[in-house]
Structure formats: C-alpha cells, structure tokens
C-alpha cells in the first residue's frame, strides 16, 4: 500500500468520522473511498442487470399470498 499525504480539511474529516462512526483518520478515508467506488459502479450494474435476459426456469420460483392482518391474530 501506498503511502500518501495529502491536505483534508478537518472540518470535513470530523464531521465524516462522526457519521462513518470510524475513529481514525485512515479508517475514515479508507470506507470514503470504498463508498465512493462502489456508488459510481452501481448505475452500470444495475444497467447490466435490467439487460439480462433469463430463461423461464430461471426465475420460475414459488410464490406465496401474504396472510391478511386478521388472519395473523
């Protein structure tokens, strides 16, 4: 791993360690990037996914009826 230095404002840091509830600088940096990454690929994926074609035994599952609110007491 790469060692790196780099100016954060520290403002912003804290501010993101508290809503990360991470307690070092490093871990705080680390999850933002990890976060980062994987909400700029989620629009290709889900792009991939709405393009799949499947076959009808491949999503033929069983369905249930949910039981209505009286029936459940």
């Keep these: 791993m790469a060692i790196t230095s780099i100016d954060i404002n520290q ?19 680390d999850l933002a990037l990890r976060t980062l990454i994987a909400v700029r690929r989620q629009p290709s994926a889900v792009e991939r996914i709405i393009g799949r ?10 369905t249930i009826t949910p039981l209505a609110v009286s029936d459940e007491l």
């Design 53 to 62: 074609r499947f076959e009808p035994d491949q999503i033929d599952a069983p």
């Design 11 to 29: 403002a912003e840091l804290k501010q993101a360690k508290l809503l990360a509830g991470t307690s070092s600088n490093r871990e705080t940096v």
